[in-house]
């Protein structure tokens, strides 16, 4: 039996798409879990696509019994990925520290 060559498939938010198809990705818009859904599911039907990677906050909307039957198939693997971060203003735990800094008295650091 001959080996098939397997494809990479990305299902993303539309605002991120464009990145992946820079690098020669082929990124599959969805706005939001139950298109997601959708798109998912027309690409398991692939048989050509090996791996699917799924926008983490879109992987995370999805019903949990839906996630553990994603993560039980064989092929093609469903594999949740990190979107990307907005480094704009402070770290998240800097509120944290300051909240804690006017309750003490002092600054404290996190480990």
């Not at 798409?17 to 706005?31: I, S, T």
């Not at 949740?80 to 600054?107: N, Q, V």
């Amino acid at each position: 039996m001959a080996a098939m060559n397997r494809v990479l498939r990305v299902v993303c938010r539309p605002a991120i798409a464009d990145g992946f198809a820079l690098a020669g990705v082929r990124a599959l818009a969805a706005a939001d879990a139950l298109e997601a859904a959708r798109v998912i599911d027309a690409l398991l039907e692939t048989p050509e696509v090996g791996v699917v990677l799924v926008d983490q906050a879109l992987h995370d909307e999805l019903p949990e019994e839906r996630r553990r039957a994603l993560e039980a198939r064989a092929l093609p693997v469903v594999v949740p990925f990190p979107g990307p971060r907005r480094e704009e203003g402070p770290p998240p735990e800097s509120e944290l520290l300051e909240l804690l800094r006017r309750a003490i008295g002092y600054r404290v650091r996190l480990r």
